[in-house]
């Protein structure tokens, strides 16, 4: 089991300043990729997090639910390049995560609880 | 008055119309009650004025099963009892801790919440605490910002400890104790048998003995045992010339469903960023933990649960000198003279590394984790127990072995709570939980050694089929016998038990009363 180590979770958590996005992605990345500060960081909690939940099933089934978890995701999920802009994505994340906990959607990977919606985009990223 | 046991004449016969066994914090609650009164009342202390090896070494027993500390270093028998090592940390049972509920096996007190309130009221004088109220809202001065941060509310609650200095029973009590023309408090005097009638309905006398081999006897029209959870347990199994079970045990409960309370931290809570909201006041005199609502244990179907959340590194722990510093600023504050001064300056002296690393961890350091220790209750199982072992003490009784199991319910509800904290925590935006990893395994036990809580071996019930005791501490089936302390709890709740200790033992005080009324 890949243990996910603090300073992958604080990278995760610092996944809110807008003037961070974007940075170091290449053109034509997918909107929800630009999220996080450290898109290292991401690929190896998501690695985590398939590990420990390993019934999560595809990108795509993964996409899906998220999609119909949390409509404020809709947008962020579609792979249209460059859309919404990257300062618009944060809420709508941080919206459903805090969602996520408010309803105990939680996943526990390697002792951390994890919102399910940011699991499962790090699950995301490990996959993409 | 007090009296060297060791010092009465061969097979003296003592008479009282009350005699209490054990001079701790139930023992000396109830005697206290009798002062000035018109009753006789010999309190019967196995132990002197201080520590003894001797003595001490009554108490030496195995352990099996969850970790708990060893028998001899988990209590202490002098005059004061275990109230000579304890933390001090004081609140009342909950309405929730003694109501049935269904998804906890064996729960449900014979007595209501309410009907405990003018004997915690009593209680709290007589432990020294300058308030009972547990309000939250009466002390938001007193807690670290993360307490009044939204992240306490629904589900999340803070939880009031108040602290007693902590009082030392024996001492502090001792020249009362002494002067009283009513009372006689015997030194050295070790109980080796509760001697019955053939019908084992009546308590004849008790049977006594020094270390030195000095026997007498001891008859009383009431007779209250109070020698903690294990003991009470010990002696009534031992009594066991007319019953073989020994005594109150004809439904073979006597030492089952003992409980403590697993302490230790279990998780940590990564902050957004280095922050100080588990910072607590410097003129903080309360002790303030989180819970949970009980309306969401009762959804959840979980055991009762506190966390402490302490920056880290945390303010206490190895820091002993930082602690002893702590505490007496908390008592002169409160106007409290501390009764064990010396040995405070001196813990503050010789850890003068942790006295300034806890000095500056709490008022300057703004970490970036906080630590979740938590205090949990354990459910009642009847195979959780106190039997007698082959071995036998100075005095010629069988020593115990403790046996603490815990449960799937225990384990469950550890985890489901923190997680319900975690969650807390993410929603309100604060950071992320991560659980300890002795919580990962499958199944994980619990480590640390308990709380020194020893609970449940004697436990309440109007039916004798489910209980040692009826509503007013009787041993069922005995005219004459009494249990006090802890054992007698039926489910333990988070809440430390000295306060409902003393508050059953003013109970049965007045109970003892209205009987020779």
Known sequence: MSPVARRQLLALLALAPAASFGVGRPAGAAAWTRLFHDLESARLIGRAVLESHPDLGSAETIRERLRLRHAVLQELLDDTPDRPPASALAPALAEAIAADFAAHRTLTVTGWVLSRSEAELCALVHLA | ?517
């Open chain 2, 1 to 517: 008055m007090l009296i060297d046991s060791r010092s009465l004449p061969e097979a003296t016969r003592i008479e009282a119309d009350i005699a209490i066994v054990g001079g701790g914090a139930a023992g000396i609650a109830i005697a206290r009650e009798f002062i000035g009164g018109g009753l006789r009342v010999a309190l019967l202390e196995s132990g002197g004025l201080d520590y003894d090896d001797d003595t001490q070494d009554l108490y030496v027993g195995e352990v099996t099963g969850n970790p708990s500390i060893a028998l001899d270093a988990s209590r202490l028998r002098y005059l004061g009892g275990t109230s000579n090592h304890w933390a001090g940390y004081c609140r009342p049972l909950d309405e929730a801790d003694l109501n049935p509920r269904p998804w906890v096996p064996h729960s449900g007190w014979p007595i209501t919440r309410v009907s405990l309130d003018p004997y915690y009221r009593r209680a709290h004088p007589v432990l020294q605490l300058v308030s009972d109220d547990y309000r939250p809202a009466s002390w938001t001065g007193q807690m670290p910002p993360v307490f009044t941060s939204p992240v306490m509310r629904d589900p999340l609650r803070p939880v009031i400890f108040q602290q007693s200095p902590p009082t030392r029973l024996g001492s502090a009590y001792r020249a009362e104790l002494d002067q009283a023309a009513n009372l006689a408090v015997y030194l050295w005097a070790n109980l080796t048998e509760i001697v019955t009638d053939e019908g084992t309905a009546l308590v004849r006398h008790l049977a006594m003995a020094c270390l030195d081999g000095r026997r007498f006897t001891v008859e009383a029209r009431h007779v209250v045992l109070a020698t903690g959870g294990v003991e009470n347990a010990r002696l009534l199994l031992c009594s066991n010339r007319q019953a073989e079970a020994g005594l109150g045990n004809g439904h073979d409960l006597v030492g089952r469903y003992f409980m403590d309370h697993p302490a230790y931290p279990a998780a940590t809570i990564l902050l957004n960023q280095p922050s100080t909201i588990a910072r607590a006041p410097a003129d903080q005199i309360i002790d303030v933990l989180c819970g949970i609502d009980p309306a969401v244990e009762e959804r959840e179907r979980l055991l009762r649960f506190v966390t402490a959340v302490q920056p880290v590194p945390p303010p206490e722990g190895e820091e002993a000198g930082y602690v002893a510093l702590r505490e007496l600023t908390r008592n002169l504050r409160r106007g409290i003279w501390p009764n064990d001064l010396m040995g405070r300056l001196g813990t503050v002296l010789a850890d003068l590394d942790g006295t300034t690393s806890g000095f500056y961890n709490r008022f300057f350091a703004s970490p970036e984790l906080l630590r979740l220790r938590v205090h949990i209750e354990v459910a009642p199982n009847p195979e959780s127990r106190v039997t007698l072992i082959d071995e036998r003490d100075a005095l010629g009784l069988n020593r115990v072995r403790l046996d603490w199991r815990l449960t799937e319910l225990d384990r469950l509800s550890l985890r489901r709570n923190l997680e319900i904290v975690g969650a807390a925590f993410g929603a309100r935006g604060f950071g992320r939980l991560q659980l300890a990893d002795w919580l990962l395994e499958e199944p994980f036990a619990i480590p640390g050694n308990g709380s020194y809580h020893h609970v449940g071996t004697t436990r309440m019930s109007d039916d004798p089929r489910t209980g040692v005791v009826d509503r007013d501490c009787r041993v069922h089936g005995m005219r004459n016998l009494f249990i006090a302390g802890s054992s007698v709890f039926p489910t333990e709740g988070f809440a430390n038990p000295t306060l409902t200790i003393v508050a059953l033992g003013l109970r049965l005080a007045d109970h003892l009363k209205s009987l020779h009324a």
